[in-house]
């Protein structure tokens, strides 16, 4: 018999790349993560001026039981999440030194990622012209607002902000009861979510970064990547835009209603704030809908004969769908419709998602283990919505303590001796503690409940999440 083959050997796609990440908040941040978890290393510059160091390190949060510690810098939830897996290098890049040892690096570093706006880069001599003389070969990501051409290319920009300019915030708002006491599109436009701008960027930016690095193994060819966030916007609203350009129609306001399909939207379940969601996208959908009630007479009432008649009668359908939901849970309700072939999900809260069966299952909540200096305790943290069949991904640990590759990139990569970085640390370009500012206040839980800051809270959460 011939020997059995032997197994593959699962390598991460991205190793012996090295990224130098320049930016800061969530958009290209999460996609150095994402690189990280692909094998990549990345080199995160921090600084130890508390006033310029990332905001997520300093006072996004959150903080472990709603407590910045003494160790506040290295605890923020958001900080942890948007930097795992990536090495700190703290540089002041208001210093001509910084620069001259920014350039440098760029020279051992494959891809550079960065996030401000235009004229920033061009006066610290880092833009793409200036550093490409250093790497021929170099792939730098620019991500701005608004690109660096045309009349808005300064402009500063955060995602609330953005979603107006790229045409989103015109399609998102709530039905609003009109004069005859019936449900109407809404007047008031509405902001999509959670800096939905910035992960759009983030995996635009990992798409045209993967092409580039492609192109480059082929031709041996660098190249820098122009990423206007108010574009990437623009691009899920097309439908919208065809309609406009073909019909001269403005697409309504409907919230979680849809222009064609019924019943579509969500629905109250058993329990405090439990919702699922139904979409019935045709008349095998509606069938299955019916028979998943147990109401198969449904199908046969005139008032919801066909698409056009359920459309118009949308509110005494919701009503009848509703008090069935109200009886059950969403997950009962998700898996009976989902058993009779219609399209639901259960709505889940963060609770839910956290103890949900199927991210358990997929693995989806990776565990990092911090280290001890940190501070934290074991977490769960987000992966990816994907799996490789050959290669590895993987959280490869948690987000950098401040400054701890500071020997490790100026030592051993750029070859600085001990001299010199004793002068920089004396300067304070490099350490590893804030200098200036402090923790950020906390606010009790109580009082963010009254403030509607949150919807609420757990005060026994810990017992409730799976054991790491």
């Not at 609003?176 to 959670?194: F, H, I, S």
């Not at 839910?352 to 990776?366: H, I």
Request: glycine letters at 10%.
């Amino acid at each position: 018999m011939p020997p059995a083959p032997k197994p593959l050997k699962r390598l991460a796609p991205l190793k012996n790349i090295r990224v130098l990440d320049l930016s800061r908040v969530f958009a290209m941040p999460f996609a150095g993560a994402n690189l990280a978890d692909l094998g990549a290393e990345v080199i995160k510059i921090d600084t130890c001026q508390a006033q310029f160091m990332d905001t997520t390190r300093t006072l996004t949060g959150p903080f472990p039981d709603n407590q910045p510690g003494e160790l506040w810098w290295e605890q923020g939830g958001t900080f942890q999440n948007l930097n795992r897996g990536k090495r700190s290098l703290t540089l002041d890049l208001r210093s001509e030194e910084s620069q001259k040892i920014i350039k440098d690096l760029v020279g051992v570093c494959d891809v550079v990622l960065e996030n401000f706006t235009p004229r920033v880069m061009a006066r610290f001599g880092l833009d793409f012209q200036s550093l490409r003389d250093r790497k021929p070969d170099l792939i730098m990501v620019s991500n701005t607002g608004y690109g660096h051409s045309g009349p808005w290319s300064n402009f500063g920009a955060m995602a609330s902000a953005l979603e107006p300019t790229h045409g989103t915030g015109a399609f998102m708002g709530y039905m609003e009861e009109g004069e005859d006491g019936r449900l109407t599109d809404g007047q008031v436009p509405n902001k999509m979510g959670n800096s939905y701008s910035d992960f759009l960027a983030t995996w635009t930016a990992l798409s045209s970064l993967m092409a580039a690095l492609l192109r480059r193994a082929r031709t041996g060819e660098g190249q820098w990547i122009d990423l206007a966030m108010y574009q990437t916007g623009t691009t899920v609203i097309g439908a919208g835009l065809l309609d406009y350009a073909f019909n001269g129609r403005r697409t309504q306001r409907i919230g979680n209603r849809h222009p064609v399909w019924s019943p579509h939207g969500v629905y109250p379940c058993q329990g405090h704030d439990q919702w699922v969601a139904i979409a019935s996208r045709d008349e095998s959908d509606w069938q299955a809908v019916c028979l998943g009630m147990g109401m198969p007479e449904l199908a046969s009432d005139p008032r919801f004969a066909d698409p056009i008649d359920r459309r118009r009668h949308q509110e005494e359908l919701d009503e009848i769908i509703s008090a069935w939901t109200s009886a059950r849970t969403s997950y009962q309700v998700m898996e009976t419709l989902q058993g009779a072939g219609a399209p639901a999900g259960a709505v889940l809260t963060a609770k839910q998602a956290l103890t949900d069966p199927q991210y358990l299952d997929r693995g989806f909540f990776e565990t990092v283990h911090n280290p001890p200096e940190a501070g934290l305790r074991p977490k769960g943290y987000v992966g990816r919505g994907w799996k490789f069949s050959r290669s590895e991904a993987e959280i490869r640990g948690p987000a950098p303590r401040l400054g701890e590759a500071n020997e490790y990139v100026l030592g051993e990569l750029l070859g600085i001796d001990q001299d010199r970085l004793k002068v920089l640390a004396e300067d304070r370009t490099i350490g590893n503690l804030p200098e200036g500012g402090g923790a950020p206040g906390a606010v009790p839980l109580d009082e963010q409940v009254e403030l509607g800051w949150i919807a609420e809270y757990d005060a026994d959460y810990l017992e409730k999440l799976p054991r790491v």
